[in-house]
């Protein structure tokens, strides 16, 4: 017997056949005999919608009336589920931000999460009862409805999670897992039995979107163990250790010698969200590199890789960095404004790249990750723009149209290739 | 300079651009320098939407969830509007049920507002900011979320105009007021300036739908005065006290003697939804007619008109009456079930009827009122099926293909016809 908090995405929550799909999940665990609490998305597409209406409204709209307003999606989807459960017997309420409360500070439309009281909702569990609770939204200091930006719901589960000390977070969504690489693309991608939380925030933060960046910060950090599985699944009662139906994502002292040991590399990620500017003849010279990137951060642009090469007149060097593609423009003209100050001769943007990069806890140990990286781009002609490396990352920049072919190249490199596939 | 609670029905808040509209009658009142309140239903269509929701989870919905679910309509319209102001450049914020706090009781989906704090909101007011009040929410005594069945804003926007000790309450809503008749069926109908509480008690009772029963029913106890307008009209703000662009309704000593005495009658009104029951031979023996009435009250089914004819035997009797036409099946089953007990013959259901009603507190003081109804109707051929009165009405049922007929003639024999009409 187990506490158990299971998060729901949009797509599970879209309407109430789905709905009625996702209390037949639930009502299993709960007849399995665990402790169950729920955190429920908005309708896919509702927030959306309710986003549009605040759009519509005022372009310039006050983000605590905004917060009013889409938290209304969620609220919906809680309620609604409470209502399917009894209709299968099953005891259950739902618990809004709120009632709860879940204290949050900081800025509406990107609150952050402060503290929980999960007294009365764990009274409720260890009661029978199910707990549902609208994720994505919380109460600010001053009493009024907070929402914790976009995706926020997977910080709400783990946070829940971790005040009612759950003994796992299972994250339901539209696929069964977490992949070696994106099974769209490599058809011999394997699903992961387990990944450390690492791991995840780094192929999360590289692409492969299964989870929030910001909730496996949270997990780590409170020490929640996170399952990401199908909510298409049929059976989700039965299984061991060894033959999970999702990826269990974990701390580095739950990780098995032989998994650690398994495998350098446990998975690979791309990422084509990010574009490419280089700055032309900037001038050589100390301090010339702090005037391209103070007015970028002021602006509050995100900068990756960066590389600088030696340019062609002495005295003069060329910057190469990478930004988010949707900040692109926006740092073209800071850049352009600062065009006096920095003195460089060309302003070359270049959407037309990827990021490709191989992860592993092993790599700390291991030298040669990279090495077998190059080698194997380069037998294929796949030209290295850019590089950065982390403890456990390697990534390179490519030209986009080779990013299948990379992925397939060093999903096979790495020995990551299923046995049984295609 | 007034302290003033407006409120606005869903097809005022219908889209964005609607609430952009009300946003500038908001506006307008703020800026000829009174408080103002805001009371708003959600977006017509919405709160349906999302009662088919729960009906579709389960029919046997928990009336605390459904709460949770339908409550989040007006906490979107509510949200909206007070961007929509602020983009005006008015301060505006919203207030939820749970956080002024409405305080309820009695049973979800139908509470009863039992007290509102008005001192946050007044103090609110009283420093220039437009309060934005969802309606038809509050807060149980256990803290979860209630509703005031359907129609409940007006009952908000009344107990709100009650808490903050308003001046009055305007209710704007798709017509431009309470008029004489239903103009679309007389053309010579006029829009009042002035009604009492206690008329329009009767004439929304019987099917003058422009406000909620209960709403005026509170206001009549709380002494609020309330005004019916359009929210398609232009220019609300100025204006004499005999030339409303709506209708005032208001306690019998704001009457002036020449407003009592002008018209006997004030208005007249018709309901088609009412269903018509016949059981003939019924035993003519004490007690009979409660064998008829006890099962319908148990089953909470509400008679209106009751007329007992002598039958063609001996020791036997007819006996009708009036049912809503939504309850009408019910009835009928309810009624065959106690046959044995009743010991009718036959059960004869008509739907092709109508309830005409004039109604004036002129009437209390002066006879002939239901003379002039009889002969009127009777020189017209129309058949009186059965009567009622009140202090201040009298209703006769007649066959619904009359009704338009009737509704012309007694507002002509009742002098109520304006003058410049076609």
Known sequence: M??????????????????????QIVKQQADAGHEVAV??????????R???FCREASSLYDPAEYDVVVASGEQVTSGLLAIALQSLGAKARSWLGWQMPIRTVEAHSKARIDSIDGEALTAAMQSGEIAIIPGFQGLSEDGRVTTLGRGGSDTSAVAIAAAVKADRCDI?????????????????????????FEEMLELASVGAKVLQTRSVGLAMKEGVRIQVLSSFTDENTNWTADDLPGTMIVGEDEMEIEDMERQLITGIAHDKNEAKITLTRVPDKPGAVATIFAPLADAAINVDMIIQNVGREKGETDVTFTVPN???????????????KIGFNRLIPDTNVAKISVVGVGMKSHAGVAATMFKALAERGVNIQAITTSEIKVSVLIEEDYTELALRVLHTAYGLDAEDAA
């Open 172 to 196: 339901y969504t539209d696929v069964d897992g977490v992949y070696t690489t994106d099974p769209r693309i490599v058809t011999r991608a394997r699903k992961l039995n387990k990944v450390t």
């Open 2 to 23: 187990a506490r158990i908090v299971m998060k729901f995405g949009g797509t599970s929550m879209a309407g109430i056949d789905r709905i009625r799909r996702v209390a």
């Open 39 to 48: 955190v429920v998305s908005a309708m896919a597409g509702d927030t959306d």
């Open 326 to 340: 949707v900040d692109l423009d926006r740092a073209m003209q800071v850049l352009e404004e600062a065009k006096g």
């Open 50 to 52: 309710l986003v549009n």
